[in-house]
């Protein structure tokens, strides 16, 4: 067997996820059908393209090889389902289609409290650490449902953790740029540090990972072979390996995030710019502060 082969032979085309892939598809054209909203190429693209990344990490050879023989690969599959698929989903929104989503008044009581900052924070980041607990991890690896929920739950709270920055303007939720620069630079931190926990543990940290031949079909134990013999990935190097990949990329992502705000934060009128922490309109009197002060969106009026 060859690179190639393994490459080739190890597509899973899980119905369920091509089924969910197409409906988020179906979903998004047929709500801008009904609103009458248009959408600009840019935006349809990222949406598709958020689609085609959450269908590539379940079915590609990353999830075959994630889930049986590498630890690598797992960890790209969690990067591409935490830092890829939720913010190119949410930047593929037009903003009068989450304006329109969000006068519903279930909707928009749900992201009043879900969208605060430090709840989106801690879903996201503490889903990121909680998983990867190894008593955790390994039983996503045994039983399937767990696995499901483990996605699941990444993609979920990883949409709340970007939330507050791609959405923000139109939202009850609007962190100042320096917020927004903090909010991103701390998760860029935490998922560093898990990287650098994850790249020098002793290898068999999680331990199925170590013997992963035993039991499994003859083929998979050829697939293993090419692993150990062609790309030189022992269970040492490939745990030292994914442990980068949680350290660099997936750090990376985050500053570059800071980038991109910095970016739109200069092109962008001064007066148009949130000064502070929102503070909700209605809200003002209650902290004893004059309601005038604060706009509609909870911004300082210029």
């Known amino acids: ?89 949410l930047g593929g929104l037009p903003p009068p289609l989450v304006d329109r989503l969000l006068d519903y008044p279930v909707l928009h009581r749900l992201e009043r409290v879900l969208g605060n900052p430090a709840i989106t924070w801690s879903a996201g980041i503490g889903t990121l650490w909680i998983w990867h607990a190894p008593v955790l ?84 134990a050829l697939v293993l072979h090419v692993i150990r013999t062609d790309w030189g990935l022992d269970p040492a190097s490939d745990q030292q390996l994914g442990g980068l990949l949680m350290w660099v990329p997936g750090g990376l992502v985050y500053l570059l995030a800071v980038c991109g705000i910095l970016a739109r934060w200069y092109g962008e009128p001064e007066s148009d710019l949130p000064a502070v922490w929102p503070v909700p309109y209605a809200e003002a009197g209650s902290l004893g502060l004059p309601a005038a002060t604060f706009g509609q969106k909870g911004t300082w009026d210029e």
């Open 1 to 89: 067997m060859t690179t190639w082969t393994v490459l080739t032979t190890t597509w899973g085309p899980h119905p369920s996820v091509l089924v969910g892939c197409a409906a988020l598809l179906a979903a998004y054209r047929e709500g801008l059908r009904r609103t009458g909203i248009p959408v600009s190429p840019t935006r349809a693209a990222m949406f598709a393209g958020g689609v085609f990344v959450l269908g590539f990490s379940l079915v590609s050879p990353l999830d075959t090889l994630g889930d049986s023989f590498l630890f690598s690969a797992h960890m790209l599959q969690h990067l591409l389902l935490i830092l890829a698929a939720p913010p190119l989903l």
């Open 137 to 220: 991890y390994d039983a996503a690896l045994q039983y399937e449902g767990i696995h499901i929920a483990q996605h699941l739950s990444f993609l979920v709270t990883s949409a709340m953790l970007w939330w507050p920055v791609i959405v923000a303007p139109r939202s009850h939720w609007r962190l100042s740029v320096p917020l927004a620069i903090l909010y991103l630079f701390a998760a860029s931190m935490a998922s560093s540090i898990l990287g650098i926990i994850l790249t020098f543990a002793p290898a068999g940290l999680y331990p199925l990972y170590l013997h992963p031949a035993v039991g499994i079909s003859s083929q998979a």
